[in-house]
């Protein structure tokens, strides 16, 4: 998953992205308001000094006949008989200015200006916009470092879910997630999953006692058929229906072992010398006309495992290889890096590379195998892979055959399910 679309990630860019929006509007609203009213009270201000100056006017009056012009003892407030105030008494825009026209003496009328500054309310501001210019980032940071570790904490449970039902695989459904005590909506996904689990174990498990029960049971009555075929039956019904038994022996006895092998039995791990395995495997179809079987076998690559498991996987991949070959197949055996390198190869047609997969499928037999191959139910190769990975490695087609991989009991790492 990644980062820029992780749920943590939009939910804080999300609650950043709300709050900025809110913020902004905020601010304008805020400081629209207040350069409204502060201009508002100047005005006041300015309207209350001409009313003071309009009452002193009375006495001043005679002087007031005479000239064209007063100004009186505020120096913010002046009297005019024009109806504008004189040019060198302002600049406007940095006052807020009231008028009031008031009788004269003579008749005539008197029009008293005053003059509130605006100074006081553009420093009421510039102190405003200070205040928000680091305020409002400030403020962000900290509503997305909120967001980032409530959603994290959030989330945290669901983490710990994937984590687990990643480690969850075939062999260990018992394993279950944990259910975190919020009481929300994780916790019934938790809950959930498990009540899955349960469903899903149960019927693997069934799965699992059905293919052992059906490969147990066929044993004994196919044992005794081959028996009974031995020893009553004419030489040439006998063969036929001996080899068909044979087969029958042989998948019966791949079902158990699958069976086996999916229910995760723990291994009886022990050293073994995977060379000396390999060549006293391979030893069996040595002398076998048609097809001439050559050992590359370095001494001393020692692997941690079951000897019967791992003559098996080698016989299975020697089987294979000889039904396969046109002329030699060669068991090589050496170590790399700290892992023991197992190969089967033969000089036949090979796996095509889109099918390289698909013959570790249980019961995939690919149609060339099928027309060349009289013998096999697709069991072998997936056998082989199995058991491969029980001991921690790896089983792959390659060009001319098969690659097997172990860990090196040099490195002491215990096969998955081992035990001494």
Do not use: C, Y
Not at 125 to 150: K, Q
Not at 297 to 316: A, F, Y
Not at 329 to 335: D, N, Q, S, Y
Not at 374 to 399: K, M, T
């Amino acid at each position: 998953m990644r980062a820029a679309r992780s749920v943590r990630v939009r939910a804080t860019l999300a609650a950043t992205l709300v709050v900025a929006l809110a913020l902004a509007v905020t601010v304008v609203v805020l400081v629209v308001a207040l350069r409204g009213s502060l201009w508002d009270s100047a005005t006041q201000q300015a309207a209350r000094r001409a009313a003071i100056a309009a009452e002193a006017l009375p006495a001043e009056s005679a002087t007031v006949a005479t000239s064209p012009q007063l100004t009186i003892a505020d120096p913010d407030v002046t009297v005019a008989r024009a109806g504008a105030a004189p040019a060198d008494w302002l600049p406007a825009e940095s006052f807020a200015v009231a008028r009031l026209t008031v009788p004269a003496e003579d008749g005539d009328a008197l029009t008293v200006f005053a003059r509130e500054s605006l100074a006081p309310a553009d420093r009421a501001l510039d102190t405003l916009r200070r205040v928000l210019l680091p305020g409002v980032p400030i403020l962000l940071a900290v509503v997305a470092g909120m967001t980032w570790f409530a959603v994290g904490g959030a989330l945290r449970p669901v983490a710990a879910i994937r984590a687990k039902m990643a480690d969850i695989t075939a062999r260990d459904l018992h394993q279950r997630v944990p259910v975190p005590d919020s009481g929300d909506e994780v916790a019934a996904l938790a809950a959930t999953v498990n009540a899955t689990l349960d469903r899903l174990e149960t019927a693997v498990e069934r799965h699992k006692r059905f293919v052992a029960d059906a490969a147990h049971e066929l044993r004994s009555p196919i044992a005794t058929l081959r028996a009974r075929l031995e020893l009553t039956a004419p030489p040439d019904v006998a063969a036929e229906a001996l080899a068909d038994v044979t087969r029958l022996q042989a998948l019966a006895g791949d079902l158990l072992l699958l069976a086996r092998l999916d229910a995760g039995e723990p291994l009886r791990a022990q050293d073994l010398d995977l060379g000396q395995v390999a060549a006293e495997t391979a030893l069996r179809w040595m002398g076998r006309p048609g097809v001439r079987v050559e050992l590359d076998v370095q001494p001393d690559v020692v692997v941690s495992g079951s000897r019967g498991h791992l003559e098996r996987l080698v016989s299975n991949l020697v089987d294979n290889a000889v039904r396969h070959a046109a002329a030699t197949v060669v068991v090589r055996v050496t170590a790399d890096g700290g892992r023991a390198r197992l190969e089967v190869l033969d000089d036949g047609p090979g796996v095509p590379p889109e099918h390289r997969e698909a013959v570790f499928d249980r019961f995939t037999r690919l149609d060339e195998a099928r027309a060349r191959d009289a013998g096999g139910a697709g069991l072998g190769l997936p056998i082989a892979r199995d058991i491969a990975v029980l001991h921690g490695g790896s089983l792959v087609a390659a060009d001319g055959g098969f690659i097997a991989t172990f860990p090196s009991a040099a490195a002491r790492t215990p096969p998955p399910g081992a035990r001494p």
